[in-house]
């Protein structure tokens, strides 16, 4: 089945260590996103890529880093430097060149004490 | 920057009955996509349905379907013959047509009880 996996459902880390977040899909869908998402707020976005090998900063990406290696994966780190990191996280993908809509993940939920 | 308000937090309607999500954006592009999203207690996102701005038609699937009055900027949600698992987070989405460059903007989302 075509889908977007997250990897893990539930992550619990300690306040100062890095941690990753894994986003894989398989529906050949050039460009992917993260975003984080609080209580009574909508969904912010973190970091997009379009290609392979290239990403860009969205709107909250202090804390944050992101690698794009192949097409299929892009995973996001939350450095140390991240003041408030305990959110819900979500991948989402689309085509580059249309249709133009999101498919999402089923997220993590990251929890820092 | 493009702005996208959802002004009622929640809402509540009985089942089999219709109700109607409201959304309103700002913005100075005439290209432009609208969609509305779902979030059910599982928390996974779900596309609901998706509007062209340069189409005057109105965007419908199955039970869902929207009003859009581009001029008055704004793209509200009908769900006629509400049923339970429709109770969820809705939100309203946002995206400048850029091609390569297509990002989303959300609401700050509407919670929809449906009533048994």
């Known amino acids: 089945d075509g889908g977007i996996t997250q990897s893990p459902k539930y992550l619990f880390r300690k306040e100062g260590q890095n941690v990753t977040l894994s986003c894989e899909q398989n529906?050949?869908?050039?460009?992917m996103y993260w975003y984080r998402q609080d209580p009574g707020q909508g969904l912010r976005l973190i970091y997009y890529?379009?290609?392979?090998?290239?990403?860009q900063k969205g709107d909250i990406a202090e804390g944050y880093s992101v690698s794009r290696e192949k097409k299929e994966s892009f995973p996001l780190t939350v450095t140390s430097a991240q003041k408030n990191p305990t959110a819900f996280y979500l991948c989402a993908s689309s085509f580059r060149d249309g249709p133009y809509e999101q498919y999402f993940g089923p997220g993590t939920r990251l929890t820092v004490t | 920057a493009q702005t996208v308000t959802q002004s009622q937090p929640e809402m509540s309607v009985q089942e089999a009955e219709t109700v109607t999500l409201s959304c309103t954006y700002d913005t100075s592009e005439n290209n432009y996509y609208l969609f509305w999203y779902k979030q059910p207690p599982s928390r996974q996102m779900i596309l609901v349905i998706r509007q062209e701005a340069y189409k005057q038609q109105n965007a419908t699937e199955n039970r869902f379907s929207v009003n859009f009055q581009k001029a008055a900027k704004s793209f509200s949600l009908k769900i006629s013959d509400s049923q339970l698992g429709d109770t969820a987070m809705y939100f309203c989405?946002?995206?400048?047509?850029?091609?390569?460059?297509?990002?989303?903007?959300f609401g700050k989302g509407i919670t929809l009880s449906v009533r048994p």
């Open positions: 529906l050949n869908h050039d460009a």
């Open positions: 989405a946002f995206m400048k047509y850029t091609g390569a460059n297509s990002k989303l903007t």
């Open positions: 890529s379009q290609i392979v090998n290239d990403f």
